[in-house]
């Protein structure tokens, strides 16, 4: 079964410390993976594609094919980056983002 | 910037009443869909829509739902007879082409509450 597991559904850290927010999926041949990001009273956005393989906003995400995972990085958190965060793999062939249950990043000074 | 948009923003309706959700996508996209998502829980995918048909849905997309692309710029859901289940934000979404289908553009969404 297609699915994909954020294991944490609050992240609490302190202004310029590490963030990880992990995302594993299970999902047969080569997904899509993606984060997508929900500032407050905003729109779902896409933050970033691991096809890309790109920074953006400081954050990146590797995609670990051993581990099915796909955890995404930010070395130096900021206030604004509080928000809630959502992996999205995407079936090869398929149409659909299945999103994880989200994680809240919460930023404070 | 373009966005999708999305009316009305919140809609109450009795049980047993059909209610249509009502989406722009931005005009040069070609791929929509409907998501939604139940208060405290994960963003769900209902239904995908390319080329004035159904190109995949989900198990929640039963014969209760339909969608409709009645013009060259709405994208509608309907529901036929609400259930208090079905209570919850629908966003509605639409990405450009085939190359960058998973690049969707979010509504900002529709709160149906079902009474």
């Known amino acids: 079964a297609q699915r994909v597991t954020q294991p944490e559904k609050l992240l609490s850290v302190f202004k310029g410390a590490p963030v990880e927010l992990k995302c594993n999926y299970s999902y047969s041949g080569s997904p899509e993976l993606f984060w997508y990001v929900q500032y407050s009273r905003q729109r779902l956005q896409l933050l970033l594609r691991?096809?890309s393989r790109e920074s953006i906003k400081g954050f990146t995400a590797d995609l670990n094919k051993g581990e099915t995972s796909f955890h995404l990085k930010k070395p130096f958190a900021q206030e604004e980056d509080s928000a809630m965060y959502y992996c999205a793999p995407t079936p090869e062939a398929g149409t659909a983002l299945i999103f994880g249950k989200g994680t809240t990043l919460s930023v404070s000074s | 910037e373009p966005e999708v948009t999305q009316t009305p923003s919140h809609q109450v309706t009795q049980m047993g009443q059909e209610v249509i959700l009502r989406c722009v996508p931005i005009?040069?996209?070609?791929?929509f869909y409907w998501y939604r998502q139940i208060l405290g829980q994960k963003v769900e995918f209902l239904v995908s829509?390319?080329?004035?048909?159904?190109?995949?849905k989900s198990e929640i997309f039963d014969d209760q739902f339909s969608v409709e692309r009645p013009d060259g710029s709405n994208f509608t859901l309907k529901i036929r007879s609400t259930k208090l289940e079905d209570s919850a934000m629908y966003f509605c979404?639409?990405?450009?082409?085939?190359?960058?289908?998973?690049?969707?553009?979010f509504g900002a969404g529709t709160r149906l509450s079902v009474l």
């Open positions: 829509f390319y080329n004035n048909e159904i190109s995949e």
């Open positions: 691991h096809i």
């Open positions: 005009s040069n996209h070609l791929y």
């Open positions: 979404a639409s990405s450009a082409d085939r190359a960058v289908k998973n690049i969707q553009y």
